[in-house]
């Protein structure tokens, strides 16, 4: 593989992911100091600009001492996505590793950091989808596997090639997907793979705690932003005219100060409300994270192991 070649990087990459709350930060400066790397965000809310506090942003003096990527890239008014995400991460990395520096990608938007190394290219139709999953499911019963099979052939031959007639499960899957999004599932699959970034060595790191751990953590968290004046950040965002029904404004913090600043909660109705939110936010991310079987699980506390595994690693791959 050539280092110019679309969407290929030869060059090292490390991840470094988890739930909201769980060390990331202190983590990841360590990973960068020790080991010449510069930071990619793989954060759906730090790309926005005048968003500090509720985003948990490394501070200024961090990011002096470790170059940060993909913070501050966006006003809070901008749609910002996923495909967005692997375009303006793929640069960051090929400017990083130009300069010789090793790409640390660290966040907790699954999301992400799965469109960037397994493909952007949805086959995700929603509420169509699930119709034209049960009329599917119906013409099965009634028609039968081969009927079914013959229709995909004639629609889609490259995928009724690679099935079985009698493989009903994938057969109806593929019929789904081409009914439902109007494009053939090869097709799809074909384009996933040509958005799909290529990683010739790439090392993925999760971090895990005990949950009553996190839960503690997320409530210390809260409080902490709440004292650095989250409330005060969210009404300079509406002094500038960042409407509270904003997507960026209806996230984790913004939401909850919104709803104080509004006079629909008091201040410990909204606390309270942050926290239980916060929790189930971490519950969502570690949902995603643990389809990621690429991952490499260690407990917050395992800082000097997860250090020394990496500098194995690194150790491995670039033959020193």
Not at 189 to 197: A, H, T
Not at 231 to 241: D, H, P, S, W
């Amino acid at each position: 593989m050539q280092e110019d070649a679309p969407h290929v990087i030869t060059a090292p990459v490390m991840v470094l992911i988890g739930p909201t709350s769980i060390g990331k930060t202190s983590l990841s400066l360590r990973m960068a100091a020790q080991f010449g790397c510069e930071i990619v965000s793989v954060d759906s809310m730090q790309v926005y600009r005048h968003m500090d506090i509720g985003t948990a942003k490394a501070s200024r003096q961090e990011r002096e001492a470790v170059p940060h990527h993909l913070i501050d890239i966006a006003d809070p008014d901008e749609q910002y996505d996923a495909a967005r995400f692997v375009a303006d991460a793929l640069a960051a990395i090929r400017k990083i590793t130009a300069s010789g520096k090793i790409p640390l990608l660290t966040g907790g938007t699954g999301l992400y950091l799965k469109a960037l190394t397994r493909g952007l290219f949805s086959m995700d139709a929603g509420e169509k989808s699930t119709a034209v999953r049960e009329q599917l499911q119906k013409r099965l019963r009634e028609e039968g596997s081969d009927a079914l099979f013959r229709e995909l052939a004639e629609k889609d031959p490259a995928s009724a090639a690679r099935l079985h007639a009698n493989d009903s499960q994938r057969l109806l899957r593929a019929l789904e997907i081409l009914y439902a999004t109007g494009i053939p599932w090869s097709e799809h699959l074909r384009k996933q793979q040509e958005s799909l970034v290529r990683f010739a060595r790439l090392l993925q790191i999760g971090l895990t705690c005990e949950r009553p751990l996190l839960y503690e953590r997320i409530e210390e968290r809260s409080d902490k932003m709440l004292a650095q004046g989250l409330l005060a950040e969210v009404a300079k965002l509406r002094e500038m005219g960042y409407n509270s029904m904003l997507p960026s404004m209806q996230a984790i913090g913004y939401r909850h100060a919104n709803l104080y600043l509004d006079g629909v909660v008091d201040r410990t109705e909204m606390r309270r409300l942050l926290i239980r939110d916060t929790r189930r936010y971490a519950k969502r991310q570690f949902t995603w994270f643990r389809a990621m079987p690429e991952l490499r699980w260690h407990d917050r506390e395992a800082g000097d192991e997860i250090l020394s595994i990496t500098e194995q690693w690194l150790n491995n791959v670039t033959g020193s």
